[in-house]
């Protein structure tokens, strides 16, 4: 395949809400291009792009996907992303390698939770958006109704570019309001017939011509003037002013289709060839280069040094792993050596591929502007900038959110602690929104990930492909100890053997710090009662010995510690007998400074729809929150509060049930604070049965 014009490339990211009909339409694009010869179906899993095991079961996108289609001497790459809220991450990431969207609408449930939340990224990303109403043939489908509620929660620069012929069950065709031209489908997919608009819709198509004519002469000064003095607009005008207006974002065209029926398919490439923005149109970037002394311009030109940013890792045990990644500036060939700015190393691009959903076919170089996989990298991952050597460059990383729900993990076979440690590793690499911890405290794996669902899809994939299974219980607490009163104790070891005693005697005050302060160790030694060289001996022993409170076992924080006298002997005083004498001085001090259990406190950022805010806000009361606010975000709302993280163990699936799957919640750690009397003896009642089971 020859090198492609960044001016004849365009990268389109299709997303939307789960069940819009994303994955469809794309199978739609690939069968009316002549890139598939047969229109496959989510439903039997023969589409291109949900080959995954999981993908078919679950009838959903969980990972992106790259595929391409050439229409109009020109080549599309289309990225197929998630549209389930525990997948979302994927989608987000995909905004930083194309120049336009495909937001794609259930005709009936119109605009929905994720609709918003990616159209809104996709603007603030700057990246140009069509909104594309599917599934126009199913009862309740109104085109109308879904323009207002698109143009009511998406901003009004939302305009109907064609409008149906027919609805629901006798939905046939469009109306192009560019060339005002109807557009009718036969029994033959795909194949549409040009004609006339029909008579009883021309008053219609006049109407919505003028609207659209009114919207784009709004982005042009000059236009504007000429629209309101009444002159006409010619088409040359209007489609220049259009192409601007979508690439500026200040106007997002509307389009009617049926994609399993493959109505509108061809017009809705028509659509994308001619109007959404090719690499070429878009402006130069800045980036600044490693050490940071100054910044160089990116631009989609072939002959600038290489800059490639990887925004998707697929891991396969047959083919292995293929990095996707969007080629910025320059050219690639086989075996191009570039280095990865992120870790220095050289990387060879070696076979450089043209994915079709699960099929690749392998080609001999690559130009700016174009999305490509890369087979056998040695170290490169999701987020990496390869760049030539001569201008080392890195483009930013796109910040996963933290994790919502966490899972401790045990092999359900003895002994494949290690295989299991290896396969979600492995799995990490496609999946940066999972998060892989040993927790020291604990001594617990712990998986993270943003929901349940997530979690589970994952523990699926590392038992198809590694033939390892775990089982998932719910982490314990990281509580802490701490004092709340300032005491002093001696600590004294003296032991007399036949040979050389030991001796160390120290005296320590403690004393509470603020929450968050972590520990301090005041060496207050005057006059040489405690020999400079067991001072610190002495420390060593208080700070292992803080590792086990006195209450429960678990670390303490936030305390000072005061080391002010001792004494010590000529011969039998050494560094082991001020390290047990510190340790000792430590445990009763401790006793004494009435020891309390911490626990940690979450921020929580709960969206929901808005009827449901009531029933959240009492739910998060039940489980001990203390609320700090909400903000309107279109017919969904913010609910943050504060909340004990072991009362958000068991949130995610509680949630879901509220909100009918809509509302999703973020939550990280905020600070430390004193668990209520009752709830402390609960936890050291717990820790003593345990103990005493484990013998």
């Not at 496959?40 to 589409?47: A, K, L, R």
């Not at 229409?71 to 549209?83: A, E, Y």
């Not at 046939?172 to 608009?197: C, F, N, P, R, W």
Request: glycine share 10%; hydrophobic share 40%; charged share 25%.
């Amino acid at each position: 395949m020859a090198l492609v014009e960044p001016a004849k490339i365009r990268n389109i990211a299709v997303v939307g809400h789960r069940g819009a009909g994303k994955t469809s339409l794309i199978e739609a694009l690939l069968y009316t291009s002549g890139a598939k010869n047969r229109l496959g179906s989510v439903m039997d899993g023969t589409t291109a792009m949900d080959h995954d095991e999981d993908e078919i079961k679950r009838q959903m996108t969980i990972t992106a996907g790259l595929a391409h289609v050439d229409w109009n001497k020109t080549k599309v790459n289309l990225i197929d992303t998630p549209g389930e809220a525990s997948f979302i991450n994927d989608t987000m990431g995909t905004l930083a390698v194309v120049e336009s969207i495909i937001m794609v609408i259930n005709a009936v449930a119109k605009v929905e939770v994720q609709t918003e939340r990616i159209w809104k990224r996709a603007e603030e990303a700057g990246v140009a958006r069509l909104a594309a109403v599917n599934m126009m043939d199913r009862e309740r489908a109104y085109f109308g109704e879904a323009v207002a509620a698109l143009r009511e929660r998406l901003g009004s620069g939302i305009v109907p570019i064609q409008i149906p012929i027919g609805q629901e069950g006798g939905f046939k065709g469009v109306v192009d309001l560019l060339k005002m031209k109807a557009y009718t489908y036969g029994d033959t997919l795909g194949k549409a017939a040009e004609g006339d608009i029909p008579v009883d819709m021309q008053d219609a198509a006049e109407e919505a011509r003028e609207h659209l004519i009114e919207a784009v002469a709004e982005v042009d000064d000059a236009l504007t003037e000429k629209y309101l003095e009444g002159e006409e607009i010619t088409q040359e005008e209007l489609m220049g002013a259009l192409i601007t207006g979508i690439a500026q974002g200040a106007i997002s065209p509307i389009v009617a289709m049926a994609s399993t029926k493959n109505i509108g398919i061809d017009q809705l490439l028509n659509v994308v060839t001619t109007l959404l923005p090719s690499p070429a149109d878009v402006p130069e970037r800045e980036l600044p280069t490693l050490d940071g002394s100054q910044t160089v311009p990116i631009t989609a030109a072939t002959d600038q040094p290489a800059a490639l940013f990887v925004f998707k890792t697929l891991s396969d045990q047959f083919s292995g792993r293929i990095n996707l990644a969007r080629v910025f500036s320059g050219r690639i060939a086989t075996d191009t050596q570039l280095v990865n700015t992120r870790t220095g190393e050289k990387e060879r691009t070696g076979n450089i591929l043209n994915p079709q959903g699960k099929e690749t076919k392998t080609v001999e170089e690559a130009g700016a502007g174009d999305i490509v996989g890369l087979a056998k990298l040695k170290d490169t991952q999701t987020g990496d900038t390869l760049a030539d050597a001569s201008r080392p460059i890195a483009f930013p990383r796109y910040e996963f959110p933290p994790a919502a729900i966490s899972f401790a993990i045990t092999s359900k076979a003895k002994g494949d602690e290690e295989k299991v440690s290896n396969a979600l590793k492995r799995l990490s690499e496609e999946d940066p929104a999972m998060q892989l911890r040993f927790d020291p405290q604990t001594k617990e794996m712990i998986i993270s990930g943003t929901s349940q669902v997530h979690v589970e899809v994952i523990l699926d994939k590392m038992k198809r492909r590694f033939g390892v299974e775990v089982d998932l219980h719910p982490p314990q607490v990281p509580y802490r100890e701490t004092v709340r009163k300032k005491v002093q104790a001696q600590g004294r070891h003296k032991k007399q053997t036949g040979g050389r005693g030991q001796f160390g005697d120290c005296w320590i005050e403690i004393w509470p710090l603020p929450r968050g302060g972590g520990y301090e160790f005041e060496d207050a030694i005057f006059g040489g009662s405690i020999p400079r060289n067991f001072i610190p001996a002495v420390e060593k022993g208080i700070v292992e010995a803080m590792e086990h409170g006195t209450l429960a076992g678990f670390p303490v924080v936030d305390v000072h510690v005061r080391l002010y006298d001792g004494s010590f002997h000529p011969v039998d005083s050494s560094e082991l007998a001020f390290k047990l004498a510190g340790s000792l001085g430590w445990q009763k001090a401790m006793a004494m400074a009435e020891p309390v259990i911490l626990e940690p406190i979450m921020n929580v950022e709960v969206t929901s729809p808005e009827e449901n805010m009531g029933d959240i806000m009492g739910d998060l009361s039940g489980r001990r929150g203390r609320p700090q606010g909400s903000e309107s975000m279109g017919e969904m709302q913010a609910i943050r509060a504060q909340v004990p993280l072991s009362e958000m163990l068991t949130y995610a699936p509680q949630l879901r049930s509220m909100t009918g799957g809509r509302g999703s919640y973020i939550m990280e750690f905020d600070h430390y604070e004193e668990v209520p009397a009752h709830m402390a003896q609960k936890i050291i009642d717990e820790v003593n049965a345990k103990r005493k089971e484990e013998g």
